[in-house]
Antibody, heavy 126, light 111 residues
Framework: EVQLVESGGGLVKPGGSLRLSCAAS????????MAWVRQAPGKGLEWVGR??????????EYAAPVKGRISISRDDSKDILYLQINGLQTEDTAVYYC?????????????????WGQGTLVTVSS | QTVVTQEPSLTVSPGGTVTLTCASS?????????PSWFQQKPGQAPRALIY???NKHSWTPARFSGSLLGDKAVLTLSGAQPEDEAEYYC???????????FGGGTKLTVL
């Protein structure tokens, strides 16, 4: 069974930094593209970014609104995904979910974000 | 960034049929956007329902189906149940920037 467990959320002052973690189990983590998705209170879902697996160079892609302030990394020896957020702003207040970015079923069929963690809440406030 | 647009809210009667749509500011939605749909109930993580237009996960109830209609992606719920009351999000892939973009969500009320 796929399990994703996020941690590291909490209350942070504006301008601060935070690193979130996501412990993965139940699948071959090193072969998976992994993603972070966030949801501000009472708002919709926002895909934040992904990290590819090492065979694809571990490259990262980020959503435009957060590019430059976030960094996604992974430790395949520990099956842990990370999200580093710098220069936190009040609008970064959200529940942050980790997920398997996608599974390619065939050349024309892709299943994104099939499995999600329960999320960790980040509150940015003075 | 490209904007993905959904109806903010819809209401369906129990046992009724409702159609949710999802449009892209980039133009007509095609299968290359890998249109997908997610259901989220209050206090819960989202749950994937449909992927790549019309494919269901093993856990997706048969009453949900996906399609392309005109220039939009569509989620159809046939025979709505009270437990289907939730927020529904679509998701598109934009290959030029290699990012996923969610729609703003549709709050579905079964009443």
């Amino acid at each position: 069974e796929v399990q994703l467990v996020e941690s590291g959320g909490g209350l942070v002052k504006p301008g601060g930094s935070l690193r979130l973690s996501c412990a993965a189990s139940g699948f071959t983590f090193r072969n998976a593209y992994m993603a972070w998705v966030r949801q501000a209170p009472g708002k919709g879902l926002e895909w934040v970014g992904r990290i590819r697996d090492k065979t694809d160079g571990g490259a990262t892609e980020y959503a435009a609104p957060v590019k430059g302030r976030i960094s996604i990394s992974r430790d395949d020896s520990k099956d842990i995904l990370y999200l580093q957020i710098n220069g936190l702003q009040t609008e970064d207040t959200a529940v942050y979910y980790c997920a398997i970015d996608h599974e390619r079923i065939s050349s024309t069929v892709v299943a994104p974000l099939q499995h999600w963690g329960q999320g960790t809440l980040v509150t940015v406030s003075s | 960034q490209t904007v993905v647009t959904q109806e903010p809210s819809l209401t369906v009667s129990p046992g009724g049929t409702v159609t949710l749509t999802c449009a892209s500011s980039a133009g007509a939605v095609t299968s290359g956007y890998y249109p997908s749909w997610f259901q989220q109930k209050p206090g819960q993580a989202p749950r994937a329902l449909i992927y790549s237009v019309n494919n269901k996960h093993s856990w997706t109830p048969a009453r949900f189906s996906g399609s392309l209609l005109g220039d939009k992606a569509v989620l159809t719920l046939s025979g709505a149940q009270p437990e289907d009351e939730a927020e529904y999000y679509c998701l598109f892939y934009y290959g030029d920037s290699q990012v996923w973009v969610f729609g703003g969500g549709t709050k579905l009320t079964v009443l």
